[in-house]
């Protein structure tokens, strides 16, 4: 006999068999038990979480000799028919290569005849999302009227493909990814029954690599077993996967604990050296801050560690040496990297810029310890920040009063009013902007690139760099215009115009805490908070959400 993988012969044969899908099994069990089995189901969920064996399962249990029946004996002709393959009360069509209308019609005409030994013909459509709309529509009429001898099972990775008609005709089931500690206790009994030695380290690296996805693991423990004919460890897990092993990670992130800036670079050269994927690495890394972030909310919630045994307990170590705001930010500069690698012909260049920034950054100040700092420094300037939580529930800082005035020597000649109600008129530049996407959130995007360089006979200049003439010219018709001066006027306490101008001396860049005119008071105690940057930036710059 040719070998069988084991995807294919670990195939659940029994809804008790079904490992992670408790509320499928559960369902379809009782709807036999009591004679209330639908005409048309719809199973969604990702890859290699159970779909189809699922509905070879309903199939087995519907023609069983002994049903329909929640328990199918797999003995029967009918119920070995269908775990070969080979039943011809049912049916597996591939929706990917029988997608037109002519197959559809095809499948309207064969649903007329009986079943050939069983009780009913069962067809199971799998990606059934990749009929078209013809198709479709074609089979609505049967699909809802269907005769009484035929059941349709539907399989889809994506059912938001689907139209509403054909979802409103059938009972959907959705289908979860399947925990990492029920995929393991499974894979232990692979394991054990095939007689394969493999640590319990490596049983859990596996089923973290599967993404959720049982057949994923099963292939992956196969392959295992046949690269190692010794007990198979975490070690061998990593070199047939390429994933970055746990205690690099762990590595890594000490040196950037400890600011070790050449330590992290060196790091990165040896890494390199090796071979090594960065962009998995950046992913190890991203794993490891999210275990970190758990962590940091207490030991309630250790189920959700991707880890086990000594390494969990090194995890709940080191984030102590994190608050929540450093591994906010370190995950920030991960995920910006990941997509520099992407679109980098040299990916070194962006991971070493990453590990150097995080190594080189001071520790992350809370908004609240930001404040208070402010209002230590200068109490008279205890109005100029306030904290605004949005709905997320993060803090972000904005100015809402009027712009410091420059402090002048003395003997200096004052200030023209015009350089004073521009300088208002960018103190004020956050708040505009805020109202502008209160108010009309097409024209805020195109304002974010924007600045005021002039006042003068109450008009505003606002100048955009080169290649935005788009952004100026939507800003110029009569509605954008009246309302942003409609705001900058409440700004002001005054009638304000505006004229839009393409300056080649304007930057494209997002403004940050050196371009908002501060006091030199809050400025000094601002500067090097990431917060307060990232919380500029956001008003000033590109607003990410």
Not at 400 to 427: F, H, M, N, Q, W
Request: aromatic letters at 6%; glycine letters at 6%.
């Amino acid at each position: 006999m040719s070998y069988l993988v084991f995807a294919r012969k670990w195939r659940p044969q029994t809804f008790d068999d079904i490992v992670g899908q408790e509320h499928v099994a559960t369902t379809l069990k009782n709807a036999i038990k009591m004679d209330r089995v639908a005409h048309a189901y719809l199973f969604a969920g990702s890859r290699g979480v159970g779909k189809t064996s699922t509905a070879r399962i309903l199939a087995k249990a519907l023609n069983c000799e002994k049903g329909p029946t929640a328990n199918p004996c797999n003995k029967c002709a009918s119920c070995v028919e269908i775990t070969r393959g080979s039943s011809l009360d049912v049916l597996e069509i591939d929706g990917a290569s029988n997608r037109g209308v002519d197959e559809v019609r095809n499948l309207r005409e064969n649903v007329k005849l009986s079943s050939a030994h069983g009780k009913y013909k069962v067809y199971i459509i799998d990606e059934v999302h990749m009929l078209t709309p013809e198709a479709f529509n074609a089979l609505l009429k049967t699909l809802e009227e269907p005769p009484a001898h035929v059941k349709f099972i539907f399989a889809t990775t994506q059912p938001y493909k689907l139209i509403s008609t054909i979802i409103s005709r059938c009972q959907r089931f959705d289908f979860r990814k399947i925990g990492i500690d029920k995929m393991a206790r499974k894979l232990e009994e692979i394991a054990k029954d095939e007689k394969i030695s493999i640590d319990k380290d490596a049983i859990y690296a596996v089923a973290r690599a599967s993404d959720g996805s049982m057949r994923d693991a099963e292939s992956i423990l196969d392959q295992l077993g046949t690269f190692s004919k010794k007990a198979i460890t975490l070690k061998d897990v990593q070199t047939i996967l390429g994933v970055v092993e746990q205690d690099l990670i762990f590595s890594l992130t000490d040196r950037i604990i400890k600011n070790d800036a050449a330590g992290s670079l060196k790091f990165i050269d040896e890494f390199i050296a090796d071979g090594r994927d960065p962009m998995q690495l950046i992913e190890g890394m991203m794993s490891h801050f999210r275990n970190l972030l758990i962590a940091r909310q207490g030991t309630g919630l250790k189920d959700l560690v991707d880890m086990s045994g000594p390494d969990k307990e090194a995890l709940y170590i080191q984030a102590e040496k994190f608050s929540t705001e450093d591994i906010f930010y370190v995950f920030n500069i991960l995920s910006n990297t990941q997509s520099a690698i992407r679109s980098s012909r040299s990916p070194r260049l962006p991971l070493e810029m990453a590990v150097a920034k995080l190594a080189c950054r001071g520790r992350i100040a809370t908004l609240d310890e930001i404040l208070a700092r402010l209002d230590e420094v200068s109490p008279d300037r205890k109005g100029d920040f306030a904290a605004i939580k949005n709905e997320s529930g993060s803090s972000q800082i904005a100015s809402v009063t009027s712009a410091a005035r420059p402090e002048k020597a003395d003997g200096a000649e004052p200030e023209s009013d015009a350089y004073l109600k521009l300088e208002r008129i960018k103190s004020a530049w956050p708040a505009i902007l805020k109202q502008m996407r209160i108010k009309k959130m097409s024209a805020a995007s195109f304002l974010l690139e924007a600045t005021p360089v002039e006042f003068k006979d109450s008009v505003c200049t606002i100048a955009f760099p080169d290649g935005y003439s788009f952004h100026k010219e939507n800003l110029e018709r009569n509605d954008n215009r009246s309302l942003l001066e409609e705001i900058m006027g409440q700004a002001l306490d005054e009638e304000t115009k505006v004229s839009f101008i393409i300056s080649a001396g304007a930057e494209r860049k997002a403004l940050s805490a050196g371009d908002v005119p501060l006091s030199a008071v809050i400025a000094e105690s601002a500067a090097g908070e990431p917060l307060v940057r990232s919380a500029l930036d956001l008003f000033r710059g590109r607003l990410v959400e």
